[in-house]
């Protein structure tokens, strides 16, 4: 009967306002003809109205709800139930008071929306009509070592994820999440799930659950908990849950850690450098970059490395390093691609901190500026179309993260290869030309 | 001839025409009680109150480049669509139980509460024609309909289970490039470009290419912006002629005539914004200028035959003629210029066996030489320039072919050929981030349902913004009161094929 509840209200809300709104066109010459039908709507709205006063008690009933959040949204629909019965009375047996019926059905109006508001506000929540609502940034997690994972880390999740259903208002379950104390006791089935030997919290069980099962929490197309949270949540309750516990007690993994750091948008793989401290530059800094035609974007929104990119620029050259200027600990990657730079241009870019990705394709520069390079902390080369040979590609060996070299249409000849990715194994290099063969069916693809 | 252009006395007629019957319709409801009801609603559909805050969109310069919420691996997309679903059976997904059945009738099990496009009573199952071959050291199944694809099988990464819910061409190409069976939502690449805008000014952020002599079925919404703003719809070039329709300038009409008229249009436009606050209107004026700028930059970009002659032996290209190699190399050039998103159809993959041209034993291999060594290029040269770890290449369709002969009508085909199949096909991607040579999916021995690593349209397009740097969960455009998402509830990044 209580699951009711929802549906059944929408019947005395629509045609009560109905009624009243027939009531005052009824006062015009046009409107004069829809007055008899005014009694019977009445009479259904008000049915509706009993039924959902019913309904809305039993639902209460079900303890899902705090009674004292409910109680205003009770009375007013009591008084509603009555008023919409006295009205039907009214249009039973008419008083001869000028107006009483269009007074009436006002008066009824008024409970309907206090009524329907205050019980909106039980279901959405408490801010759902106003429209500046605080808009919710995602939580990110505190990667200090020491901070305090209920209140600073775990309290924010059920906030976020748990306390619409468990919390004040409602108590799914009979389980609030609001307060260390009541997670601590628990819900209707209390803290513990299980066997004595393999006790574990209720909690960390129906967060394991799969998706598809009914006792999964949150419920199935709620937003779910991410399995970094779940690892901090099931950690923090294993440890006893208590209050006092810091990040650093749950001796979580390194992959724990560097999961909350994707959460930070920072990048989890070494495709560039972590720089917890680095600031983000301000706009105005950029716009001479962005004025002389430069692409410059950070790295993600609110990320404080660059990419900037000066591709389509075919007059860039060396003077204009000196637009880079107090912001060389922020580019990430630069692309220089088919400008008109020379050796020169690589004092400064080698004096970048944070630079991981260059493009120098189709440049003048050669093997003299590339050994300028080699206290970089170079991820990504290319090299495409420069007269690099494999004396430049020797000076690499001492970057420590190189990863790829792209040297396609460059003077490194396949046959010194050997020898160069000996002293760097780890690094990929591409000297291109591939050629594929049409004539057999199967594909072999050569190296220049 | 006359209405192929329309001259601008008889343009601005129009536009005062929609602007006269838009006051009447408003006049009208406002006079009636329904202007009561229908205002919020109309307000809804208009940017005014959905704008602002929350949305990516500045109407005055639409495609300025922005960042993704995270660091993106792939910068760019090509995405190679085979319109008409190849069978998967034939190239990728090798069952050799199904060989051993084939002839035989279809068991009735597996028709059960099934529906097809065309098969009718009980079928023959069809054994494989490929023959398949583990290749490179992934071990990748690649049959010899695709020897040369055979060669960079280490590259990709293969779905082989991916499902959808629609048999029909154009409803399951419409889920497939905008998230819904139905028309109205935006494609995969207006979402792209309305997130990350393009990096090139000259050039728009969304190309679209065709072959195969036809445009897919689902005609141009597979690559319309449905509620965004109508910049971010994809540009139908050609590779052959005038590679945008209407781009050069009319005989007797010079550039500075041109670019007066332009102007003199944009300062009309500007002055209706002034009146009417449409920010359709702001595009409209930026895709003005967008095209006067393209008039210079896109002979230059569109044009493939100044590539040198080994570029066109590798691909397979001849420059003037219509064809998906040609497309595939000009999807290169544009990705290396920063378009964000290059949209190839190809069309004619439809393998029924009703004629030679749809047959699994000629049509489909006529269609494979057609793709297999450009898409070969495609992958090897991206390579080699060092941007195929910055694009992401994805090769699929809408969906895939039963493992039963088509009996069209109950009859016998005259050639061997496969129904329509949405439960379970393979699509791969390559580069942009993705693990090369993995191999995700499996489907049970007859390649009718997936067994394990079973992944939804939805699944590859959360993949694919996932890549970009987009959580397809926020990424979202507020429209009728309430924020669309290109996966709507659904989606989940396919982790196992990331690198």
Not at chain 1, 44 to 51: E, K, N, P, R, T
Not at chain 1, 297 to 317: E, K, R, T, V
Not at chain 1, 321 to 342: C, D, P, V
Not at chain 2, 233 to 257: F, K
Request: glycine residues 8%; contains cysteine.
């Amino acid at each position: 009967m209580g699951v009711l509840h929802p549906l059944v209200i929408h019947f005395p809300i629509a045609l009560l306002l109905l009624a009243f709104f027939l009531e005052i066109y009824g006062l015009s010459a046009t409107g004069k003809k829809y007055k008899a039908s005014i009694p019977l709507i009445t009479f259904l709205g008000g049915i509706g109205a009993v039924f959902s006063a019913l309904s809305g008690y039993f639902l209460m009933n079900q303890g899902d709800y705090e009674v004292s959040s409910v109680e205003l949204h009770r009375n007013w629909g009591i008084a509603l139930a009555i008023g919409s019965a006295l009205l039907i009375v009214l249009y039973r047996f008419p008083p001869k008071i000028p107006h009483i019926h269009l007074l009436g059905q006002g008066a009824l109006s008024i409970l309907v929306l206090v009524t329907g508001h205050l019980g909106g506000n039980l279901t959405h929540g408490e801010d759902f009509l106003s429209l500046d609502k605080p808009k919710k940034e995602p939580k990110q997690i505190v990667l200090n070592q020491d901070a305090l994972v209920y209140a600073e880390i775990i309290a924010p999740i059920f906030e976020e994820k748990c306390v619409a259903c468990h919390g004040k208002t409602k108590q799914k379950g009979k389980l609030k999440l609001d307060q260390i104390e009541n997670v601590l006791k628990g819900g209707k089935n209390g803290f513990y799930h299980g066997s004595e030997e393999g006790k574990m919290a209720l909690m960390s069980h129906r967060m394991r659950l799969p998706l598809s099962d009914k006792q999964h929490m949150p419920p199935k197309g709620k937003t779910q908990l991410t399995e970094r949270e779940i690892v901090i949540i099931e950690k923090w309750l294993s440890l006893g849950a208590r209050s006092k516990l810091l990040l650093k007690d749950l001796q979580l993994t390194e992959e724990v850690v560097s999961a909350s750091m994707e959460e930070k948008n920072m990048p989890k793989t070494a495709d560039w450098p972590l720089v917890p401290d680095l600031a983000a530059v301000s706009e105005t800094m950029l716009t001479p970059l962005r004025d002389r035609g430069m692409v410059v974007l950070p790295l993600a929104s609110g990320h404080p490395l660059l990419q900037i990119n000066c591709q389509s620029l075919s007059d860039f050259s060396d003077k204009d390093g000196e637009l880079f200027k107090g912001l060389e600990k922020n580019i990430a990657s630069i692309r220089l691609s088919g400008t008109r730079i020379s050796d020169k241009s690589l004092k400064w870019i080698s004096g970048l901190p944070n630079l991981s990705k260059l493009y120098l394709d189709n440049t003048l520069i050669t093997d003299e500026g590339i050994a300028l390079l080699k206290n970089t902390e170079l991820r990504y080369l290319n090299l495409v179309g420069t007269s690099i040979t494999e004396k430049g590609l020797r000076t690499l060996s001492s970057l420590p993260l190189l990863k790829s070299v792209y040297l396609y249409q460059s003077e490194v000849k396949i046959e010194d290869m050997a020898e160069i990715q000996q002293r760097m194994p780890k690094v990929y290099f591409d000297l291109g030309g591939y050629k594929i063969d049409t004539l057999t069916m199967e594909v072999r693809t050569e190296e220049k | 001839m006359n209405n192929k252009r329309l001259s601008l006395a008889e343009e601005a007629h129009l536009l005062d025409a929609q602007l006269a019957t838009r006051r009447l319709f408003l006049k009208q409801c406002s006079m009636g009680l329904g202007a009561l009801a229908f205002s919020p609603l109309i307000n809804a559909c208009t940017s005014e109150s959905t704008g602002s805050s929350n949305t990516l969109f500045d109407p005055t310069k639409p495609l300025l480049p922005k960042t993704p919420h995270l660091p993106g691996k792939a910068k760019s997309v090509i995405y190679l669509h085979m319109a008409g679903a190849p069978s998967q059976l034939e190239l990728f997904d090798y069952k050799p139980e199904l060989k051993k059945l084939d002839g035989q009738l279809c068991p009735e099990s597996l028709l059960k509460g099934k529906k097809f496009a065309f098969i009718r009573g009980v079928p023959k199952m069809l054994g494989t024609i490929g023959e398949f071959k583990q290749r490179g050291q992934s071990g990748a199944w690649v049959s010899h309909y695709m020897p040369h694809l055979a060669g960079v099988a280490d590259e990709l990464s293969f779905l082989k289970a991916v499902h959808t819910d629609q048999f029909n061409h154009a409803p399951a190409q419409l889920l497939m490039q905008t998230g819904s069976a139905r028309l109205g939502r935006p494609s995969l690449g207006s979402w792209v470009t309305y997130g990350l805008g393009s990096e090139n000014a000259n050039l728009p952020g969304f190309v679209v290419l065709t072959s195969g002599g036809q445009n897919p079925d689902a005609g141009k919404s597979v690559w319309g912006s449905g509620f965004l703003p109508s910049v971010y719809q994809g540009v139908h070039c050609r590779s052959h002629g005038e590679p945008v329709l209407y781009l050069d300038n009319p005989a007797n009409v010079d550039g500075n005539m041109r670019k007066a008229s332009i102007d003199a249009i944009n300062q009309a436009n500007k002055e209706t914004y002034k009146e009417f606050n449409d920010p359709e209107t702001l595009s409209r004026i930026s895709q003005y200028e967008m095209a006067f700028r393209m008039q210079i930059s896109a002979p230059d970009v569109m044009n493939i035959s100044d590539e040198p002659a080994y570029i066109h032996e590798m691909y397979g290209t001849e420059p003037g003629k219509e064809s998906f190699a040609n497309n595939v190399l000009l999807a290169r050039k544009l990705v290396e210029k920063g378009v964000r998103f290059v949209q190839l159809f190809d069309w004619g993959w439809d393998v029924h066996g009703n004629s030679t041209d749809t047959s699994l034993e000629i049509g489909l291999v006529n269609k494979c030489k057609q793709i297999d060594k450009a898409i070969t290029a495609l992958i090897l040269d991206l390579k080699q320039r060092g941007l195929l770890e910055e694009t992401l290449i994805v090769w699929g369709s809408e969906f895939g072919r039963t493992p039963m002969q088509e009996n069209r009508n109950g009859l016998e085909m005259p050639f061997k050929g496969r129904d329509h199949h949405a439960d379970a096909f393979t699509i791969w991607m390559c580069g942009g981030g993705t693990k090369a040579g993995t191999t995700y999916g499996e489907t049970d021995e007859i390649g009718f349902y997936p067994v394990d690593g079973k992944v939804s349209v939805y699944d590859v397009q959360a993949t694919i913004l996932h890549l970009l740097g987009f959580n397809h969960e926020t990424f979202t455009y507020p429209f009728q009161g309430r924020p669309f998402r290109l996966t709507d509830v659904e989606g989940t990044v396919i982790k196992p094929i990331l690198s």
